[in-house]
């Protein structure tokens, strides 16, 4: 039995390719950036530069054709600078466009994806509504076919890149009398779409990656804009929420290393009674125990997106192991980002109270992964739901 947890040489080279670009080009403007709550305007075409928009998207498409591993890889290195950012470009390239390319057809994948590789597009997912959050299977956006058309009325919220999005998938119900049978899943390009509208809503962490208020108001898409078939949304959308939670996890654990390295650096810098606070036991042991959490998170997170990674379907959703291990490591990622953010702080003392110290930031965005893809709550029922399985056999 092999447990050797290593990257290989090509993984190396695409977190220092990612690192550089990330501590060079985008850690100098995190500063003003975050205080104006304003996302890089070509962040996503200098994402395309290097190659890591479509990191498991397929090459005929400007994808690097590799996995899940890689595209946590990507999301923990840029989180490594900022969390928010993280989220958005996951939010995109995952919660979005991977999702479509699992599901539409080809004509409709070649519209979308080259842009989406090279970052002309900027992608969405509208799931949440105001009255469906946790619930997502109560949600009561409708889509009603006249013709040739649908004819969409209802809202979103919460929705990350929203009032950004050049592209927006999301789910509707198409039959409301079948409940979550009668959900189907649809996209359309806002920007130049009737009847849509986008308030962008104020956050106290997250900032720099822009969350909207969505709204459809007698908006008619044409009846291609369907994705996976009439009333397949359920599915699209659960095996959707594994390799989100997945995924996203990277963006806390990104946080989780910096927390832990801006920590070190401090505490042995800071001197107080005459030596470095890092001497003393108490900030050893915070330390200790920030080191812990991140590698163990990692652990959780990685080895979920190993399994995805070896799936041939990459079915997730009720009644498979994906479906346990995407929660669980998001569950943990979350959690244990919250303490270590909030540990980061405590080092730091008056100072990580300062918005010119990074670790504020990180500990204001850490906060969103116990709520954020399912919060902590929800994430426990379906680990619990998955061990109580009739064929569940061993706590792998």
Known sequence: MSLNFDFNEEQIMLE?????????????????????????????????KLGVNGVAFEEEYGGAALGYVETLLVYETIGRVSNALAMSVGASQTLCFDNFRRNATNEQKKLILPKACNGEYIGCLGITEPNAGSDAMSMSTRAIKKGNKYIINGSKTFITNGPVADVMVFYAKTDPDKKSRGISTFFFFPKKTKGFYCE????????????????????????????GGLNRGVAILTNGLCTERITLSGCS?????????????????????????????????????MYTGYIS?????????AFCDALENKKGGKGTDLDRMAAAALL??????????????QIHGGYGYCT??????????QKLWDIGAGTSEIRRMI??????RDDFQSAR
């Open 16 to 48: 220092e390719t990612v690192w550089r670009w990330a501590s060079t080009w985008l850690e100098p403007q995190m500063e003003k950036l975050y205080e104006q709550d304003e996302m890089p305007p070509n962040l996503f075409k200098e994402l395309g």
């Open 200 to 227: 962008k809503i104020k956050k106290w962490g997250m900032r720099t990656s822009p969350t909207g208020l969505l709204t459809f108001e007698d908006m008619e898409l044409p009846e291609e804009n369907l994705i």
């Open 253 to 289: 654990l990104g946080s989780q290393r910096a927390c832990l390295e801006l920590s070190i650096k401090y505490a042995k810098e800071r001197i107080q009674f005459g030596k470095p606070i890092a001497s003393f036991q108490m900030i050893q042991e915070k330390l200790a125990n």
């Open 297 to 305: 998170s990692k652990l959780m997170a990685y080895r979920a997106a």
């Open 332 to 345: 943990y990622c979350g959690e244990m980002g919250t303490k270590i953010a909030a540990d980061a702080i």
């Open 356 to 365: 010119e110290y990074p670790v504020s930031r990180h500990y204001l965005d």
């Open 383 to 388: 680990i619990a739901r998955e061990l109580m």
